[in-house]
């Protein structure tokens, strides 16, 4: 399958969830909380092959089916929610050349959010994004 049709196929699920997120959040958080309600469906491809990953992340609080909600909500909160903006993670990486694309859509306490970035293989995206795509 071509790394085009992947992406395209990986932002029909994102949009999906998204909307799905954006639907379920305000009704389970309150009036009050819908302003501040922060989740996201993120996704990794890998252009040459490989299963496109999938999860979700909800923040304040955290959860979703990342396996680690409070270390990625953490990583946003200190990015004022900005996934362009984290701090990565210090580290060796392998100079190999298997790139992959992180993608996200979602809501940080209510703005609506959305991050795509292409990297040459799964450890430098780990590292560059503070483990936020690590799933």
Avoid: K
Wanted: charged share 10%.
């Amino acid at each position: 399958m071509t790394t085009f049709r992947r992406t395209g196929i990986a932002l029909t699920c994102l949009s999906a969830t998204a909307a799905w997120l954006a639907a379920a959040t305000p009704a389970q958080a309150g009036p009050a909380a819908s302003a501040s309600a922060s989740a996201f469906a993120l996704a990794v491809v890998p252009e040459y092959g490989g299963p496109t990953r999938l999860a979700t992340l909800r923040c304040e609080p955290a959860g979703g089916t990342h396996p680690h909600p409070v270390a990625a909500c953490s990583q946003l909160q200190a990015a004022g929610g900005d996934f362009a903006a984290v701090r990565g993670t210090r580290g060796p990486c392998t100079l190999e050349y298997l790139p992959v694309t992180a993608i996200t859509h979602g809501y940080w306490r209510g703005t609506p959010t959305s991050y795509s970035e292409t990297f040459p293989n799964q450890c430098v995206m780990e590292r560059t994004t503070g483990g936020i795509f690590d799933f």
